[in-house]
């Protein structure tokens, strides 16, 4: 939606105040591009019981 409202000619200023976040979020976005985020595989958590088992 953000590259959409850029294309259409529209400022940062504008297109944050459309959408409804802060200017440097936008930025953030349109700096991006138009690929995902890459998630990587989480870290195992320790249990709340481990101390309590054996």
């Given at each position: 939606?953000?590259?959409?409202?850029k294309k259409?000619?529209?400022?940062?200023?504008?297109?944050?105040?459309?959408?409804?976040?802060?200017r440097?979020?936008?930025?953030?976005y349109l700096?991006?591009?138009?690929?995902?985020?890459?998630?990587?595989?989480?870290?195992?958590?320790d249990?709340l019981?481990?101390?309590?088992?054996?």
């Amino acid at each position: 939606m953000i590259h959409d409202l850029k294309k259409q000619g529209l400022s940062v200023t504008s297109i944050a105040r459309k959408v409804g976040c802060d200017r440097k979020t936008v930025r953030k976005y349109l700096e991006l591009g138009l690929e995902g985020p890459t998630y990587g595989p989480r870290q195992p958590r320790d249990r709340l019981l481990d101390p309590f088992e054996g």
